[in-house]
């Protein structure tokens, strides 16, 4: 099983650039493919990214595609993701999710975290 603690989010402009994190418990990180998912007000969950559990791969939704970069130091047991230009339209709780390498559903979420972007 595995943990894992978002943090980074906050009140930004729109154009700023904003990194988050997430933190996972656990001794078997580096096995999990590791995910970002983002909910705006009034809507239903949505992907935003994956990255591999080697950090080899990775994919991304395409409205983010070109602004958006996740990453994982698994000697920390960490995943991030790097957002550049936000836009209003980003304004979410992002959360962190991972999955075994065997598996197509993510079985353990974080809490999240709340990215608000003004205009």
């Known amino acids: 099983q595995v943990q894992l603690v978002e943090s980074g989010g906050g009140l930004v402009q729109a154009g700023d650039s904003l990194t988050l994190s997430c933190a996972a418990s656990g001794r078997t990180f580096s096995s999990y493919v590791m995910a970002w998912f983002r909910q705006a007000p009034g809507k239903e969950r949505e992907f935003v990214a994956f990255?591999?559990?080697?950090?080899?791969?990775?994919y991304y939704a395409d409205l983010v595609k070109g602004r958006f970069t996740i990453s994982r130091d698994n000697a920390k047991n960490t995943v991030y993701l790097q957002i550049n230009s936000l836009k209003p339209e980003d304004t979410a709780v992002y959360y962190c999710a991972a999955r075994v390498i065997f598996r197509n559903e993510y079985d353990y979420w974080g809490q999240g975290t709340q990215v608000t972007v003004s205009s």
């Open positions: 990255i591999s559990s080697s950090g080899a791969s990775t």
